[in-house]
């Protein structure tokens, strides 16, 4: 149960795009379309962004898109915007109603 | 409105013990997976443990097994994290989230501070 690995911080200015990527192994993110990515700001609660690698829950700007490849899972922020500024974290399934997160990523925007 | 409100935080010393309560309203409490993902001081996300809908399943992060237990009371739309045998690294804010099966946690509480510490 190791925690899926993500880039410390990004940044990026307004408009721009960036990608936070988040790497697990065969026993997570590589075997099961179930990651889910949460934006975190500043002492608030986390809140569901991406969900089934690409999915986005209601609400949800699709400025912001998900994908997959192997063993590695992206979160694409496209046109960024001041209130993207936060943290951002992975989560995969893990298999027998286990999950593991990323470390969490701090995006910047400048 | 889905909401979820947790309590029970506080300071422990370590060996100590405590009990997180999460009470739940604007859903059907009892058709839900209910976990809790805790959050060590500028660290990230950890899941602990998640329930079934009934109660009879319960899966736990490796870390907790042994000492930590998951329980809901569908009557009071209420889940429960029993934390013993209490240590420093388990200092954290506790989160309850709604879990969708095996895919995502779509809703969060605000999270209660567990402090250990002598």
């Known amino acids: 149960q190791s925690a899926l690995t993500q880039p410390r911080s990004v940044s990026g200015s307004p408009g721009q795009s960036v990608t936070i990527s988040c790497t697990g192994t065969r026993s997570d993110v590589g075997n099961y379309n179930y990651v889910s990515w949460y934006q975190q700001h500043p002492g608030k609660a986390p809140k569901l962004m991406i969900y089934d690698v690409t999915k986005r829950p209601s609400g949800v700007p699709d400025r912001f898109s998900g994908s997959k490849s192997g063993n590695t899972a992206s979160l694409t922020i496209s046109g960024l915007q001041a209130e993207d500024e936060a943290d951002y974290f992975c989560?995969?399934?893990?298999?027998?109603?286990?999950?593991?997160f990323g470390g969490g990523t701090k995006l910047t925007v400048l | 409105e889905v909401q979820l409100v947790e309590s029970g935080g506080g300071l422990v010393q370590p060996g100590g013990s405590l009990r997180l309560s999460c009470a739940a309203s604007?859903?059907?409490?009892?058709?839900?997976?209910m976990s809790w993902v805790r959050q060590a001081p500028g660290k990230g996300l950890e899941w602990v443990a998640n329930i079934n809908q009934d109660g009879r399943e319960k899966y736990s992060v490796d870390s907790v097994k042994g000492r930590f237990t998951i329980s809901r009371d569908n009557a009071k739309n209420s889940l429960f994290l029993q934390m013993n045998s209490l240590r420093a690294e388990d200092t954290a804010v506790y989160y309850c989230?709604?879990?969708?099966?095996?895919?995502?946690?779509?809703?969060w509480g605000q999270g209660t501070l567990v402090t250990v510490s002598s």
């Open positions: 604007g859903f059907t409490f009892s058709s839900y997976w």
């Open positions: 989230a709604r879990a969708v099966g095996t895919t995502e946690f779509d809703y």
């Open positions: 989560c995969s399934y893990a298999g027998t109603y286990t999950f593991v």
